[in-house]
């Protein structure tokens, strides 16, 4: 069973930009995804391994696997409808 | 308290920079595109693994493992193998293919220093190299984060233990350190390196710049790339001049030319040889050689101007047989054209040949036919980086050099080496009422007494004979002759009295 949107997000787990994009990703995602979506968060601090197959520089990344493309988003996410815009196209 | 070193391994580094990198901190290597910093900071953990059991780790912000991996094969660097040991660790910062990230918001990077941090503490690194700073300047906007980051990352690898290299670009060969201000991270110790164009010819120089509290040697020193070697500095200031001479004479190869100096000349010296096309020093240097071999001496020719054939086919017009002796292993005659090389190979490539075959006397013929695939600065330094390679090695070198006037006249090449050559032996074309003989004379001898005489010399099929003093001609040396009958007249009187100098 596959969902709409697969998403990951890279986050160290010590700092509060990251919280707070967790935090306005999963509002984001209840609110205009319905439902039909995976968001896996993955701290880089616990998974380094993780971070090196995936390339991550920076945090937080966020990577959008499905729909395709595969794409990139880096921030803190404050701005939900931008966020939306890329999730979507 | 003394810093401590980091040796790199990498030739000629250690020396130039007083024996390596300082250990525990991050040095960071400048240079334009093209200037070899890739290598430099592959070869920096290549050298720490194979060397000195210490693992390294590579973070490239710039080209991407498969192609450094690839690029290294070639200087002979198996990466790969490396990797599957568990020695060598890639952190791969690279642009990825495909759509470059949206920012949205503030960001650090977390992230590429956990992957560092990772990559370090799996393997027990030692050293690391980041190659190269700039690059990722240019996959994002944030110029003023990205500076504060890396300014974070640079303090976090001081934390770790580890000695680091950062690689930075510089636009300019003489100008800002780097650009971006990645200076400022690693402001401790910096070296520059240099790939200029000088009269159409590639020069590439490394300097450092400064190591912080702790001692290097100053200014530009040249380097080359050898496949399946990698960087190898040139440090001209190696070798100490004031090596222990001795007082053993040998043998010219030529008795007469023996006597003029005064009995030979001496085991560790250098002996010039200057003379326009023709006038034999192609000659002395094969008496040279045979009287080493006869003498039972390994010897060793390098031709730079005459092919093997020639050369051969020319000794044994002059009664030596140069293929027995190399059957022999006595002689090893090492042909090359000047210009299948840069000067600095040939540098390397002599001192290797020098350091294998170990022989007891060297010649060079010439070397000024190195002198026009070179800058006059090349050069220069060139030739100080032969001489005094040869004089570490307590053995006998004889430079021969052309000069380009057929009757006397200097070449650069004089110019640079006579003041560190022991001993100069002009020859000279002597013009006397139509007639064009030859001359020789020793123009210096260090250490010994010699003789002042112009004499003069034929060539024929049992080698060089040298006669008596040219008596009627003066102005040999600087090629102005003056004909004097007085001359006549005393050699005329000479001849009645003096004996055949044989």
Known sequence: MSNKYVLELYITSNSSRSEQAITNLRKMCEENLGGDFSLTVIDVLDSPEEAEKAKILATPTLIKKIPPPVKRLIGDFSDSEKILGYINK | MDIKKLPTFIPGFDHVSHGGLPEGRTTLVSGTAGSAKTVFAAQYLYEGITRNNENGVFVTFEESPADIRRNMIGLGWDIEKLEKNNRWRFVDASPQPGEAPVIIGEFDLAALMARIEHAVTKIGAKRISLDSLGAIFTQFTDANTIRSELFKIAYSIKQMNVTAVMTAERTEEYGEIARFGVEEFVADNVIIFRNILEEEKRRRTVEILKFRGTMHRKGEYPFTIIPGEGLVIIPLSNIKLDQESSEKRISSGNKALDNMCGGGFFRDSIILLSGATGTGKTLTATEFMAGGVKNNERCLLFAFEESRQQLFRNASGWGIDFEKMEKDEKLKVVCEYPESAGLEDHLIHIKAIISEFKPNRVAIDSLSALERISTPRGFREFVIGLNSFIKTQEIAGLFTSTTSDLMGGTTITDAHISTITDSIILLRYVET???????????????????????????????????????????????????????????????????DNK
Do not use: C, W
Request: net charge positive.
């Open chain 2, 433 to 499: 009422y139509g007639d064009m003989r030859r001359g020789i004379t020793v123009l210096k001898m260090r250490g010994s007494a010699h003789e002042k005489h112009i004499r003069e010399f034929m060539i024929d099929s049992s080698g060089m004979h040298i006669g008596k003093p040219f008596k009627e001609v003066s102005g040999i040396i600087s090629g102005r002759l003056v004909q004097s009958n007085i001359g006549s007249e005393i050699s005329r009187i000479d001849n009645m009295f003096e004996s």
